[in-house]
């Protein structure tokens, strides 16, 4: 069987990432190509983040395969909609199966076959994969198949969950050498002066915060060995010489013991690494920081995503905002860039909840922040949670979660305002603390204020 694996992230479309410039290979995909390698089942891998549209179709009419398997999410899955969209109409195409796999099938499984897909890969892929591979090569039984959403007879069939793989050092490194890495880490470097590749360490997140998507991993927490990952970053070392790494995994310091073993492991390899990496607060203490900065951590993203504790056990995010900015205050003052990541617009936020999270952003000032207005992905609880207050609820195969809006307290104008207000407060303050105060800044500030003032009566 011809099989091409694939997915739907064209840069070339992307205006917002053409400015950002930090593309990653798409590790899912990579991982499930590694194990299909590994059971020796021949496959294709068309990386699309540097392709047009156009390459991508030639070289699908060229190889025709007989199985084309993509990563969704999301954000892609319209341009994967259209892309079976465009299969399912090309007569030379008709006899090609359509599998999808990634975290935004879990809670659309019925949509994603209605939109045309044969397959839905649901959880982690690479047993999935390798046995739906198997038995439809051998005209078997894919009944019996955990994991595995298909339509028989018009009907869905659901077949019972994949069981989560239980030792992460058994699966194989992702295959990158099926996509241009090179291409990756050029355009990280003239756009940034310093290249970046991504790694993978652990699968799943035990917290419960009510906006996250937990589809693939569930609450469970598994890791690779240090070893094993140490392993994984000097061969990347010496395979690409990457000036950084960022590490996806979700609560990068969940575990201490885990985090000295890797510090251990780096000393004892001699590897010299810098990194990048995203955890929590109440995961953090001096221990801590120190491990990460001999281990060669440069930024660490703590997440409050509100400076009001109300909104944050609302959240259900289980941590104390004074915490939070005290950690952000310690680890900036050990050596370490810091980053914090903030939502407005979650239910039962007020005006003054947004001039808490202000202040708390003044008071930890870390070196970086993003502010996202929230929305509600399928399957998390804050979608059920706002499911009957939804206000506007697009078609779903061509738009995303992303602009799904709910009834909130505010007009969305009150939420732009709010999003410079915080932004031109935190300039401000920081400006102050260099000692390089600009009018603008001060304009733009008392303009936001009072515009955030209006729109909230
Ligand atoms: C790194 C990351 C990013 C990076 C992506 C870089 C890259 N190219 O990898 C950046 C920062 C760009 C990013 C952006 C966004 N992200 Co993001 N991201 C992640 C994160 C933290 C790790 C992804 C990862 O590498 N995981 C490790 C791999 C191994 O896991 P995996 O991809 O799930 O793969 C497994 C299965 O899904 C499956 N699988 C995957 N691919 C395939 C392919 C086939 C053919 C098959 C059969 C199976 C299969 O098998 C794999 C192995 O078992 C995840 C959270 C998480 N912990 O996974 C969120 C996550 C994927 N992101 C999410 C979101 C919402 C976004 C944004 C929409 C955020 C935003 N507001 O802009 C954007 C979308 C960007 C885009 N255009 O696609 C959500 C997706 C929810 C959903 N329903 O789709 C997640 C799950 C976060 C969350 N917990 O809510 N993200
Ligand atoms: S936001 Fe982070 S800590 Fe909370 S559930 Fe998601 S991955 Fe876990």
Redesign the pocket.
């Known amino acids: 069987m011809k099989i091409l694996?694939t997915?739907g992230?064209f840069l070339c479309e992307?205006e917002i990432?053409q400015k950002i410039l930090?593309?990653?290979?798409?590790?899912?995909?990579l991982?499930?190509s590694a194990y299909l390698n590994e059971k020796s089942i021949t496959h294709q891998v068309f990386d699309t983040t540097f392709s047009t549209i156009d390459d991508w179709w030639s070289n699908l009419l060229k190889e025709k395969p007989n199985l084309i398997?993509?990563?969704?999410?999301?954000?892609?899955?319209v341009r994967v909609i259209e892309l079976i969209n465009r299969i399912k109409k090309e007569p030379s195409l008709t006899a090609m199966k359509i599998?999808?796999?990634?975290?935004?099938l879990t809670?659309n499984q019925e949509n994603y076959l209605a939109a045309g897909a044969d397959y839905l890969?649901i959880?982690?892929?690479?047993v999935?994969?390798l046995e739906l591979v198997n038995t439809l090569s051998d005209n078997g039984d894919i009944s019996n198949i955990t994991g595995l959403t298909y339509l028989e007879n018009n009907s869905i069939k659901k077949n019972p969950p994949r069981a989560k793989?239980k030792d992460l050092d058994l699966i194989p490194n992702?295959n990158r050498a099926a996509v241009p890495i090179q291409k990756y880490l050029d355009c990280w470097k003239n756009a940034h002066g310093q290249s970046a590749l991504?790694v993978?360490t652990q699968?799943g997140?035990p917290y419960t915060c009510k906006w996250?998507?937990?589809?693939?991993?569930g609450q469970s927490y598994r890791r690779k060995s240090p070893e094993k990952v140490v392993e994984e970053l000097l061969l990347l070392k010496e395979t690409y010489q990457p000036d950084t790494f960022w590490f996806?995994?979700?609560v990068f310091t969940v575990s201490h013991k885990w985090l000295r073993g890797f510090n251990d492991a780096i000393k004892a390899t001699g590897l010299e690494i810098q990194y990048e990496c995203?955890t929590r607060a109440e995961r953090m203490n001096d221990e801590v920081i120190q491990l990460l900065k001999e281990s060669g951590c440069f930024r660490v993203w703590i997440g409050a995503e509100s400076g009001s504790q109300k909104i944050i056990d609302a959240m259900d995010r289980r941590v104390d905002v004074n915490q939070v900015r005290d950690q952000l205050i310690a680890t900036k003052k050990a050596g370490i860039e810091t980053g914090t990541f903030i939502m407005v617009g979650y239910p039962g936020e007020t005006y003054e909840d947004i001039m808490l999270t202000a202040e708390y952003l003044e008071k930890a000032l870390p070196n970086h922040f993003t502010i996202?207005k929230s929305?509600p992905?399928?399957?998390?609880q804050l979608y059920t949670e706002i499911e009957s207050k939804i206000t506007v609820k697009p078609d779903w195969n061509t738009t995303?979660?992303?602009q799904i809006n709910f009834e909130r307290k505010y007009s969305d104008a009150f939420y732009r305002y709010a999003i410079r207000y915080i932004y031109n407060r935190v300039n401000l303050k920081k400006q102050q603390r260099n000692n390089s105060l600009k009018i603008k800044v001060r304009i733009k500030l008392f303009i936001s204020s009072i515009m955030l003032r209006i729109l909230a009566k």
């Open positions: 694996l997915h992230y992307d990432e930090k593309p990653y290979p798409p590790l899912g995909l991982y499930v398997a993509f990563y969704v999410n999301l954000m892609t899955k599998v999808l796999g990634g975290p935004d809670y890969i959880g982690e892929g690479e999935t994969m793989l992702p991504n993978s699968r997140c996250c998507s937990t589809a693939v991993y996806v995994d979700d995203i996202t929305y992905i399928k399957g998390t995303t979660d992303r």
